[in-house]
């Protein structure tokens, strides 16, 4: 099976490690196509990022899906134009932040999430007050480490969630932690060991779960709001992104 | 006072009658500079639709701040964008939808909204669920008139919101009703008139709210996820949008 | 535009510092007309002295709505007798607590209320949840100034109120404030200067939203709740209030 | 034991039928002693009725927790002035909404609510989300009775009652029926055996959790809203209620 | 009347101290018929320990209920069973958990409850959320004493609850506690005291519950979740709880 | 790897079932092991029956786990005794019920489910307010069907179960359907082709979940509810069980 996972900025290096990490994690029988768009920005940090990430993170999904992708993941943990992309891809579609959210709620009660910047809290807790699972979730907390800083492992950034990972056990009660980065992959196991819990990588349960969907023979519903999007003309860039 | 109204497809129809609406509830000091993206869709219906509408429609936000707007609207019921707009323009954003929400809050204890195509059904929500207002709003119906066929008058588009607004009435205990594009914006008066009831269009209510919040002297916190977007490169289309 | 503001309590001096408030803001072109009940408490602090407020602060309404009010404002923060004088009164209604509430939700996604005394957190509490906004509010915190000590600035009231604003921004992660108490109304532009954030306040909020509902041609559904009330008798001092 | 079970309006045929069904249920060691106002509308229905029901209400409230009384309860389905009440009693106040729903709640995963007009819905359904149960509320019906017609047994009212009985099981899925009005008190037994379901009359509901409160030594905790109005001046008829 | 108060634990000198609790509140006429299954855990903590408790619990509701309980209550503050028992029980059935939650609504706007050991806060959470009184509850606390180290008086254990109540009234903002285990039951009156502010015991507040359901003719509806099981086969050791 | 699958009822011939379902869409690696309780009940319907399948299946789960299961799934819709078996498994547990929720919420923004029952609809609404999911679930119908009659084929239930589907999309908006019955297992791909959704049968999803866990290498976390129980006497058939 081939899994299409598109890393929405535009720096080659994280679209590496995320494929790593993909592909540490993936079934042997199944293909991970890594890509990522030439437009965008370079990280994703906050709404106005996400804005201008999404259009080629749909040109990337829509490519993919004509080359026969069985499943698409959006290795953003804003899960960054997810709701476009299941409308426009025949495959299914799935964003790293709610994988994360879904594995960790079958091993914890309760959850907290430990992100990058604090411009980020809010959009993930919209995000899990949209999928339903805010209650399940203790607390988003932010590291304050920049996305790009986490390209290579450092002392640092390692500490510094390692200390949000620390109160949200002691004052949130949380039993299980969400990292909140597609660039903290590398950090998961680490993390577990050192606070004995399980922490989850939004990557890793994404690749789980677009595997089980294919098994299942699955896709996204017609039915709604992921309906195929009517004939329009688009203009300007985007024309060939036309429905 | 300038007040920016920003239709986020490219229809230059469209964002003419927007721009008379608006011109039409605004006080006599106030200058309507009405605006629509060189790149992007013809009509919003849906998520892909948004998708793609978002940054050109930010790019007119940035300009008219620039121009010295002291607010911006975005004419469109989904609020298209307010997020990225908020975090980046230096005056107040006010998103159509919101705004209709708001003020039927005002004058009702339980609204309905009739929007354009059920495609729009959850997006519509999943606003109502962000602004807190989900309570607020018996139900989001759609009439399934396509947003162009709204351009022009016609009776078969104004039956069919009739007949949901009817419905609205008798089945969800709705006291007063949103209507859910601005393209129905000139409606309002007429549908109110016909139900007894307040039927509110997010674009004069939008207008009165901007007008508010530039009296006020109030705008976008910069605590929280409306920082200022990092310095960061952006790249292909979006490279003048670089924060 | 004539604007009727009430103060529900029976002390001049306030009402004459909630109508320089709003005629601080209103447009040249509106008439203020600010009044006060002669019979009920000298200051609403809690449940009881609400009860006791409501039956003057009624009178005011359907005097003021008789005298061709175009919209009124209830002068409280805790929108002492809202519902029950949207059900008696032609024109539009606006409570200072819903009006604060509302203008925060447009500039920030997540605000704080500090309001006078302890006793008042709970009702606060009630109508937000009852407006459907209290997810939107990080936390109502009270400073514990009583409502009369505000009547003259005071440092040590600004001191306390102050010293609140900063733990909602520490500790809630509040992006602004809403002032709890009309009487608050004259420190908003020194608080937003001292903790760079947008500070709401109530009274000067409603001015502009009862403005727009008067432009919007809106009043109160008679749909449901707010429904005439049936002709009945009643007895005692009430008798002129009969509906 | 002596329980105060104060009917809110002036209408003293109704004070008395209450007072009957409360006799009904008390032990034989409970003195029923049940008042009304002086003051006030001679029936309760919607928010304006209400306000002015209130002041009066807590004058037979403070009047008979001088005399002695046990615990306090208000006999109006919206239980008007239920808080004002519980800040100035030294005795415990319930409430026969509250008593209704609570107890339901405890025979019954789902119940519905059939009240008199459709102008209380709203009223109770901000009651049933204040108290936090309207998750257990499976609608509020109205059967379009106004509440003097149930002074007195008639087969009109009943059959309308009736009705929606049956509709609330058969399309709201209730397990169990809360009667709407004081009013009604004597139509419960007769509803329970004409639909196989238990139908709940806030009356008896309230006098043996009031019984209940009493025993267990219980009384309205000061720490929060309900501690004891601070001394200050009421003008007006309301001087003597000053606290 | 008759009142079955079953113990879901084995260990007899805690039936023993539950027994006295209800027997000290229980109205002369009531005779308390206490029991504890033969089989099952010497206690409850947690959710494997009441899933081995149920069955034993079960067959208690059942005896008694074959030799004419006029009620039941389960004395474990997890309402462990509760929805079995209802089902199968012709009498009503309370657990301690809602009877504590519901008698503290009534005189409390926010109540905390301290219970036994961490690994109960979240099965007396699903409960709140369950019952729809979770946003009634500050927080649910633990003083982290095993339940048979509360079988007789002992300073540890009580410092250690006290420590929590003072804890919840600081930084919780409640007005009332709930004693979260059947075990505390002794020492409600002290803590009340102490901290000045109303103390619940559910097993006192389940009696008095109880009698008044028994009163007012109520017993569980059989319309939805609580129908009689249907008749089937049950094999091994619940053979005899065949329904 | 090892997957458990314990169908919590005594009905032989439905773990045959259910263990084909699950090979079915299991990896060529993962081994099968079906068990069943030796004890409870030969179907699960309602709260009743649940309680007496719990602990034979929490003796599974035990053996299981002892005999190297890398991770368990419990084969009825109901969850039943969930909690439970992640307090005391070394390998993590799911349930059919939570993985169809989830699974589903991958694919449509609102779901439906259809269990067999009216008297499961509760037990099933109580675990979506559990879980979170609550919002995303449309709504539970019951087909009116019990358990063992879908243990063979047979075309009046299918009839019954599209019937629901059916009105599921037309009045519910439900986008996908959840089946809410191990015994349904054969039925979804029937059931997706007539009504052109996604069907999703618990055991299917389940069994991708758990082989995902086991790849993720995560399991139950320790820190919360789930801590493993501690040490104690069962008296009874359940000694065998202590913890």
């Known amino acids: 099976m081939r899994l299409h996972v598109v890393n929405p900025n535009t720096t080659a290096t994280m679209t590496a490690k995320i494929a790593a990490a993909a592909r540490a994690i993936a079934r042997g029988e199944t293909v991970i196509d890594a890509r990522q768009p030439a437009m965008g920005p370079v990280s994703i940090e906050g709404f106005y990022d996400e804005a201008f990430a999404v259009p080629g993170m749909l040109g990337c999904i829509r490519e993919a899906d004509r080359d026969g992708a069985d499943a698409h993941i959006i290795a953003c943990f804003d899960d960054t134009g997810l709701d476009a992309a299941r409308a426009v891809a025949k495959a299914p579609v799935i964003g790293i932040g709610e994988a994360g959210f879904h594995i960790a709620s079958l091993v914890a009660a309760r959850f907290a999430v430990v992100t990058t910047l ?22 988003v907390r932010a590291a304050e480490v920049p996305v790009l800083a986490l390209e290579e492992r450092n002392a640092e950034a390692l500490d510094k969630i390692s200390a949000e990972i620390k109160a949200a056990i002691r004052d949130d009660r949380a039993e299980a932690v969400v990292l909140g980065c597609a660039g903290m992959a590398d950090l998961a196991a680490e993390l577990a060991r050192i606070h004995g819990l399980p922490v989850v990588d939004g990557v890793a349960a994404a690749v789980t779960l677009a595997e089980g969907l294919i098994r299942l023979g699955l896709s996204t519903s017609r039915l709604g709001p992921y309906a195929a999007p009517r004939a329009k003309i688009y203009s300007g860039p985007f024309a060939p992104f036309q429905p």
Chains 1, 2, 3, 4, 5, 6 share one sequence.
Do not use: D, F, Q, T
């Open 118 to 139: 604090g411009v980020s809290i809010v959009p993930i807790e919209h995000n899990l007050r949209k999928y339903g699972l805010a209650e399940r979730c203790a607390r």
